[in-house]
């Protein structure tokens, strides 16, 4: 088995210390066929539901590959004598068989491994002098292999229903693309948060240049946004078994959100980050579903950064556009998220937007209420 140098083993050992047995998979890419592989399905709790030993496509719709890489507890290992006492045909006495009827004895959770591995015994030379090819090309220096990204992110408005979707009420919002914040991620020898020189200031023409500054852009930038969303990320896939790779990066953002004026300039760069960061470590939309990204992005602003705030503008930062979104409670208890529908924006009629250009704190002025 061959895994890259950035395969960081310590998440797979807390992931197996927070949930017990684990198997560690990876998505198979359309090069690889069930034929060669475990394939494992699951539930939505990540609970392995059924483990396949080298399947027929036909018999399973996962792309799940079991790497052949398990923990197991202890008092798991047991069940090994169990089912050699009641299994002793030759064709059950492979790893496989055993995992197939292991999964429906004990719990069993899946990791996922967003990088590929491969295993050694199996590497004919198609797939030796692509691994070469990879490998060569992942010893060349940073600055000529690696490509910044950037994610942009539009402003908001609410057309109608706002603020009810902290109340289990019914919202449509739209996106504005006159403003939008943009963060841009790169690889790097260490993890960098870049200040940006207008909202995120260290040095000062004098104090009278402090006192304007701070008066007209306040005193927490953008920088605080990006540090938060990494943090949450970071604690997010280490509680849904998510392994991501050892790499580092530098994060930089622009925006031209008016600030403090309700068009959701904070959970603008929150979004974007967010993307920046599931593209970097290729964690996917089925391991973040686009309905749940919401609910990520205000927790990152409540939880930890303690702004107040609703769901509906990260729900239409994150599905873009024009949305009615639907925040019944019986929807919100049954499924975790609302319904969110995207509505034709050619039946608008034009709007103006008018904003103060010296706002008060709006997250303070919600606090207060």
């Known amino acids: 088995m061959l895994f890259y140098s950035n395969f960081d083993i310590a998440q797979v050992l807390d992931y197996f210390k927070m949930k017990g047995d684990i198997a560690v998979c990876y998505e198979l890419d359309s090069t690889e066929c069930t034929l060669s592989r475990g394939m494992v399905e699951m539930d939505a709790d990540k609970r392995i539901t059924r483990f396949l030993e080298k399947p027929n496509p036909s018999e399973t719709d996962s792309r799940l590959a079991s790497v052949v890489f398990y923990c197991f507890k202890k008092s798991s290992l047991a069940l090994i004598d169990d089912y050699l006492v009641t299994h002793r045909q030759m064709d059950s006495l492979v790893f496989g068989k055993f995992l197939e009827w292991f999964v429906q004895q004990t719990p069993v959770y899946e990791m996922k491994l967003p990088t590929r591995f491969q295993l050694i015994g199996q590497v004919g030379l198609e797939e030796y002098q692509r691994q070469v090819k990879r490998i060569s090309a992942l010893a060349l220096p940073l600055r000529d292999r690696i490509n910044p990204f950037s994610s942009r992110c539009f402003a908001r408005i609410g057309l109608m229903g706002n603020p009810s979707d902290g109340f289990f009420g019914k919202t449509i919002s739209m996106s504005i693309s006159n403003f939008w914040a943009e963060v841009t991620i790169v690889e790097s020898e260490k993890l960098v948060l870049t200040p940006h020189k207008l909202n995120d200031p260290t040095e000062f023409g004098g104090l009278s240049d402090l006192h304007w500054i701070s008066r007209k852009e306040g005193y927490l930038g953008g920088l605080r946004l990006l540090q938060a969303t990494c943090k949450k990320f970071y604690q997010y896939c280490a509680a849904h078994g998510i392994a991501l790779a050892k790499r580092n990066f530098t994060l930089s953002y622009e925006t031209n959100i008016p600030r403090q004026v309700g068009l959701a300039g904070s959970s603008a760069i929150v979004v974007a980050t967010l993307n920046c960061l599931m593209r970097f470590f290729n964690v996917t939309d089925k391991d973040i579903p686009k309905t749940i990204r919401p609910q990520f992005v205000l927790d990152v602003e409540r939880d930890e950064l303690f702004i107040q705030a609703g769901l509906q503008d990260r729900v239409i930062q994150v599905y873009e556009g024009l949305v009615y979104m639907d925040f019944s409670s019986a929807l919100m208890e049954t499924q975790g998220h609302g ?19 010296d706002p008060s704190d709006s997250g303070v002025a919600r606090l207060l209420l």
């Open 339 to 357: 319904d969110y529908v995207h509505l034709n924006m050619s039946t608008l009629p034009h709007f103006w937007l008018a904003y103060l250009s």
